[in-house]
């Protein structure tokens, strides 16, 4: 019996390659949104720290140097947390759209795969069919050559 070759094999190891590629492009930005994540959760608790700082002082005396040192970074800090949440949003989006896309390139992917099973059931169903009828044909032949005798 002849074996089943599908003619879009090579569309198919394609698409699996840019699932594949889909997939790497997901998990690094999934990769930058954690490191977003981690920078935020750094500066919160360093500003949370320095506003600990500045508290402790504050109750001793401070002076206008100090208080203004002390303004000035954690305006800064605050700053830098909401330009990181903007850059953090921004990352979440183009995280969705990779998974987006991953889920496309798989749908592609499987879709051929389905459809080369399809085929080759079918394929393999023809081919026993016809084996069938072949093994019926000398079946008969058998019996007439055995009746005329």
């Known amino acids: 019996m002849k074996k089943f070759q599908f003619k879009l ?19 690094q930005a999934e990769r930058e949104v954690s490191e977003s994540e981690s920078r935020m959760e750094g500066m919160r608790s360093d500003q949370a720290a320095r506003e600990g700082d500045f508290a402790s002082e504050a109750t001793r005396g401070l002076s206008a140097d100090r208080l203004r040192l002390y303004s ?20 979440v ?3 969705s759209e990779k998974r987006d896309n991953l889920a496309d390139r798989s749908k592609e992917r499987k879709l051929l795969v389905n459809l080369r099973e399809r085929q080759k059931d079918a394929y393999y169903k023809e081919m026993f069919a016809e084996e069938q009828k072949l093994v019926d044909d000398m079946t008969v032949l058998r019996k007439a050559r055995d009746i005329n005798k």
């Not at 094999?9 to 698409?15: E, F, G, I, Q, T």
């Not at 000035?72 to 800090?77: C, I, K, Q, V």
């Open 72 to 91: 000035d970074y954690l305006a800064g800090l605050e700053l830098d947390l909401a330009q990181e949440e903007k850059r953090r949003e921004a990352l």
């Open 9 to 27: 094999d090579a569309l198919v190891r394609y698409r699996e390659h840019m699932e594949q590629l889909a997939r790497q492009e997901l998990a």
């Open 93 to 95: 989006k183009t995280r």
